[in-house]
C-alpha cells in the first residue's frame, strides 16, 4: 500500500514538475515575441556568452578577412618559395607568379589551400583575439583598482601572449595551409593533390607522423608574437591617439588598421619567410632534411641567398597583411559593438 502511495506521488510531482516547465517555456515564448531584443541581448549577457564572445567574433572577423585575401596570399607563399637556395637568378614579381598560376590551371587555382586557410582563421584567429580581449580586460581591470591606465607596455604583452599561444594551437591548420599551396610546384608525379585541409592533416600525419604537423613551429610562434604585437599592440595604441581628433570613427579604425598592417609586416615578414621554408621541405630520399630548424634556416638563407631575400614580396605581403589586419579588425570591432 505504501509503494502505491509513493508511485503515485512521485506521478503527481513529476506532473507537477512538467507544468512548471511548460508554463516557464510559454512565458519565455511569450516574452520573446513581446520583445525578442531584450531576450536576444540577455543570452548575450550571459556570464557564458561574455567569456565566449570575443572568441566567436574574433574566429568570424579572420574567416571573412581570408576568404578576401586568400589569393594574395597564396602568390605572397610562391615568392617566398621562389630561387630556394639560390643568390641569384629570375627574380619574380607578384605580376609573374599570378600570370604562371593562371598559365597552369584556373583561376579558382588561386583559391588553393582556402578550406585550410579557414580553418586556421577558425582556430588561430579565435585563439589570438579572444586570448587579447581576454587579457586586456583582465589588465583593465588591474589598471583601474589601482587609479591607473593601460598604456602601450600592458597592449604589447597582451598580443604578444595571445600571438605565440594562439601559434602553437593553430600551427597543424597552417602547415596544411602551406602544403596545399606549394604543392603545384612539385614535378606533376611528385605531387599530392590534397582534396581538402582534411586529406592534407590526415596525409601528413600518415607519412611522416604526428609530430610533423607541428614542423616550424618555433618561427610560427615567433612569427605571431611579432605580427600580433605590430598588429594588434599598434591597432589599439593608433585607436587611442587618434580618438580626440576630428576624424570620424569609420575612419579612425582604417587608419589605426592601416598603421598596425605596416607594423605587423615590418616586424613578421623574416619569422613568416622562415616558416613557409621550414614547413614546405619534406624529407630527401635519404632522410635528410634542407634546414634543421629556424635559426638554421636563418643562417643558409642569408648565407646561400643574402639577408634582403627574408623582406622579397615585402609589398605583396604587406597587401597581405594591411587589407586581412583591417577587415578582421573592423568585423571584430563592428561584432563587438553589436554584441555588446
Known amino acids: 500500500m505504501s509503494t502505491s502511495n509513493s508511485i503515485k506521488q512521485a ?4 506532473r507537477n514538475k512538467t507544468s512548471e516547465a511548460m508554463d516557464a517555456t510559454k512565458r519565455i515564448a511569450d516574452t520573446a515575441k513581446a520583445d525578442p531584443i531584450a531576450v536576444k541581448n540577455d543570452f548575450l549577457h550571459t556570464p557564458f556568452m561574455r567569456g565566449a564572445l570575443p572568441f ?4 568570424a572577423a579572420g574567416m571573412v578577412a581570408t576568404t578576401v585575401i586568400q589569393p594574395i596570399d597564396m ?6 618559395l621562389a630561387g630556394e637556395g ?3 637568378g629570375p627574380k619574380p614579381t607578384p605580376i609573374s607568379v599570378t600570370r604562371e598560376i593562371l598559365a597552369q590551371g584556373k583561376v579558382m587555382d588561386l583559391y588553393t589551400g582556402l578550406s585550410a586557410g579557414l580553418l586556421r582563421q577558425a582556430v588561430y584567429t579565435t585563439a ?6 581576454t ?3 583582465s589588465l583593465t581591470v588591474r589598471a583601474k583598482e589601482k587609479g591607473n591606465q593601460i598604456g602601450f607596455k600592458e597592449r604589447a604583452a597582451a598580443g604578444l601572449s595571445a600571438g605565440g599561444l594562439a601559434a602553437m594551437i593553430g600551427n597543424p591548420a597552417d602547415l596544411a595551409l602551406i602544403r596545399m599551396q606549394s604543392d603545384g610546384l612539385k614535378p606533376a608525379a611528385q605531387r599530392k593533390n590534397y582534396k581538402s585541409v582534411i586529406d592534407a592533416l590526415s596525409s601528413i600525419a600518415k607519412s ?3 609530430g610533423a604537423l607541428w614542423a616550424g613551429a618555433a618561427p610560427t610562434v615567433v612569427r605571431a608574437m611579432a605580427l600580433n604585437f605590430g598588429q594588434l599592440a599598434f591597432f589599439s595604441e593608433a585607436k587611442q591617439r587618434l580618438k580626440d581628433t576630428s576624424m570620424s570613427a569609420r575612419a579612425q579604425t582604417l587608419t589605426a588598421s592601416a598603421v598596425a598592417g605596416f607594423f605587423a609586416s615590418f616586424f613578421s615578414l623574416p619569422f613568416d619567410f622562415v616558416k613557409t621554408r621550414l614547413q614546405k621541405q619534406q624529407k630527401a630520399p635519404d632522410g635528410s632534411l634542407p634546414y634543421k630548424g629556424m635559426m638554421d634556416c636563418f643562417k643558409k638563407v642569408a648565407r646561400d641567398e643574402g639577408l634582403l631575400r627574408f623582406y622579397r614580396g615585402f609589398s605583396t605581403y604587406y597587401v597581405r597583411i ?3 589586419a583591417m577587415v578582421t579588425l573592423i568585423v571584430a570591432d563592428y561584432l563587438g559593438f553589436i554584441t555588446k
Open 208 to 210: 611522416e607522423g604526428v
Open 86 to 88: 639560390a643568390r641569384t
Open 56 to 59: 566567436i567574433n574574433g574566429g
Open 128 to 133: 589570438r583575439l579572444g586570448f587579447f580581449d
Open 11 to 14: 506521478a503527481e510531482a513529476a
Open 75 to 80: 602568390i605572397k607563399v610562391r615568392l617566398q
Open 135 to 137: 587579457f586586456m580586460n
Open 322 to 324: 594591411a587589407p586581412h
